[in-house]
Nanobody, 122 residues
Framework: QVQLVGSGGGLVQAGGSLRLSCAAS????????MGWYRQVPGKQRELVASITSDGNTNYADSVKGRFTISRDNAKYSVYLQMNSLKPEDTAVYYC????????????????WGQGTQVTVSS
């Protein structure tokens, strides 16, 4: 059983910074990509940033230049440094792991963390 546990959310004023962390635990051989998504009530979950096992990154246009994603492959962890936060960044942020190899022959497509609230006040 694989679990993703995220942390680091909270309340911050506009212009401030937060750092989100997420660690995957359980029987894991490797993880293809890890990322962060966010969702606000009434809207679809959207990709914020993702990073592959060899370090290739992808960012939503709305966060480019402000957010930085990184990962520690040895710890099966992913981080999101969020700077210059704006009220429109307010959402529940979800950690995601894709292509998780849980046995020598089986790779699970998707795991999700429980979500962490980020609130940016104006």
């Amino acid at each position: 059983q694989v679990q993703l546990v995220g942390s680091g959310g909270g309340l911050v004023q506009a212009g401030g910074s937060l750092r989100l962390s997420c660690a995957a635990s359980g029987t894991i051989f490797s993880i293809n990509a890890m990322g962060w998504y966010r969702q606000v009530p009434g809207k679809q979950r959207e990709l914020v940033a993702s990073i592959t096992s060899d370090g290739n990154t992808n960012y939503a246009d709305s966060v480019k230049g402000r957010f930085t994603i990184s990962r520690d492959n040895a710890k099966y962890s992913v981080y999101l440094q969020m700077n210059s936060l704006k009220p429109e960044d307010t959402a529940v942020y979800y950690c995601n792991a894709q292509g998780v190899k849980v046995t020598t022959t089986w790779r699970v497509p998707d795991y999700w963390g429980q979500g962490t609230q980020v609130t940016v006040s104006s």
